[in-house]
């Protein structure tokens, strides 16, 4: 079994795991996290998240605090850098693929 196979699946009960487990947000909350599709003010620090994390200021949490709690808000930010890693592994995956394709005879 190849090594990318083997990540695979791991990657995938990972994934599972992240965002269809018990939580305090709802698996579409987390699952629109991960994909940058929220909606709202979460569906905004979501995608902040995804993009650019080191962003994200003690104000905005503290907003966010108003009305969501605590678990959710840690729920929605490891869905959201779950997804944007998942984004650059596949994104980079692609590219050795393609890469290690031209090598071959």
């Not at 709690?69 to 729920?75: A, N, P």
Request: hydrophobic share 40%.
């Amino acid at each position: 079994m190849s090594k990318r196979v083997m990540f695979a699946g791991l990657i995938k009960r990972l994934e599972d795991t992240l965002l269809g487990g018990p939580g305090e947000a709802s698996v579409e909350v987390r699952t629109a996290a991960a994909q940058g599709t929220g909606t709202g003010a979460l569906g905004d620090y979501g995608r902040q998240v995804r993009a650019a994390a080191y962003r994200v200021t003690p104000e905005q949490l503290a907003q966010l605090q108003g009305s969501h709690s605590d678990d959710v808000l840690f729920e929605v930010t490891v869905s959201a850098a779950w997804g944007a890693a998942r984004d650059r592994y596949e994104a980079g995956a692609k590219d050795l693929d393609a890469a290690w394709a031209e090598t071959e005879p």
